[in-house]
């Protein structure tokens, strides 16, 4: 089993809708989580930042983050074809934040005009 | 802010040749940077923490010899692939750490012929 497991999808959804990614870990020693959103060959983009458990909200974005499932979810409202990218998961341990990240596969979203 | 630059974007060297790949972090300092790896469809993969003033750390797998790192200073890491060969053709990605937050560099495609 993977320590990070993600849909590669592609998830394709018209402009408009609400959009839904997810992950789930097996490490339970993971406290940091993070969504990155990456445009073909480019750098990943830093999109939402959680620490342990629970809800986080940026503009059209939110975060949750349940620690006891394992699960981890990203939100996008009013989804715009702008949004068409790669999106990532990624996740380290606790304990000052000098470890890289374990990433999930990523998972390839289309939004339809 | 947080922005990272890499330097080159695109490389192409013969087989046999070595590689040195910037990493610069414009607007803050980084005592920690990291290396990632990520082949076509995959996910990054992370090769090794670069620590200024110190060794680097390589994940397991990672040949030290093969994948030179220097963090010559708070905002500057380097990464030389040594006697590359085809298989080493990749997508190099850097990051550096603020607080706990990783912000990534655009990327390097190296394309070893």
């Known amino acids: 089993q993977k320590e990070v497991e993600q849909d590669p999808g592609p998830l394709s959804v018209p402009e408009g809708a609400i959009v839904s990614l997810n992950c789930t870990y097996s490490n339970s020693a993971f406290q940091y989580f993070m969504w990155y959103r990456q445009y073909s060959r480019k750098g990943p983009e830093l999109l939402m930042y959680t620490y342990s458990s629970g809800n986080k909200e940026d503009g059209r974005f939110t975060a949750q983050v349940d620690k006891s499932s394992k699960y981890i979810s990203l939100f996008i409202r009013d989804s715009q074809p702008s949004d068409s990218a790669t999106y990532l998961c990624?996740?380290?341990?606790?304990?000052?934040?000098?470890?890289?990240?374990?990433f999930g596969k990523g998972t390839h979203l289309i939004i339809q005009p | 802010g947080a922005v990272v630059s890499q330097h080159p974007s695109r490389v192409i060297c013969k087989s046999g040749t070595s590689v040195k790949i910037e990493c610069r972090s414009l607007d803050f300092q980084a005592t920690t940077m990291f290396w990632y790896r990520q082949f076509p469809k995959q996910s990054l993969m992370l090769m090794a923490t670069?620590?200024?003033?110190?060794?680097?750390?390589?994940e397991q797998g990672v040949e030290k010899d093969k994948f030179l790192i220097n963090h010559a200073s708070l905002t500057l890491s380097t990464l030389t692939v040594t006697s590359a060969h085809p298989e080493d053709s990749s997508f190099y990605i850097c990051s550096a750490l603020t607080g706990t937050a990783e912000y990534f560099g655009p990327g390097t495609r190296l394309t070893v012929l």
């Open positions: 990624a996740m380290k341990r606790g304990g000052g934040g000098a470890d890289g990240l374990t």
């Open positions: 670069s620590n200024e003033g110190s060794k680097a750390t390589y």
